[in-house]
């Protein structure tokens, strides 16, 4: 099982996040680390589900472009 480190250092998490680009977010809570599994955005301060539009509710932790595949 990959650590936290070595997961992190997938995403981005030492610059600001571009608005209008779709992300794969990588997120962390009292249980441990996951990634969000639907693209999402940034705008406004907020992350959000790009398909619903609502606000996500976690801890961001780190973010990369989301895989169309």
Not at 20 to 34: I, K, M, Q, V
Not at 44 to 55: A, D, F, P
Request: aromatic share 14%; hydrophobic share 35%; net charge negative.
């Amino acid at each position: 099982m990959a650590t936290r480190a070595a997961r992190i250092e997938e995403f981005i998490n030492d610059q600001d996040a571009s608005e209008g680009t779709r992300y794969a977010l990588f997120c962390e809570d009292n249980r441990g680390t996951y990634v969000i599994p639907f693209p999402c955005r940034y705008s406004e301060g907020v992350w959000l589900n790009e398909r619903t539009g609502e606000v996500i509710d976690a801890e961001v932790i780190g973010w990369r472009e989301w895989d169309v595949r």
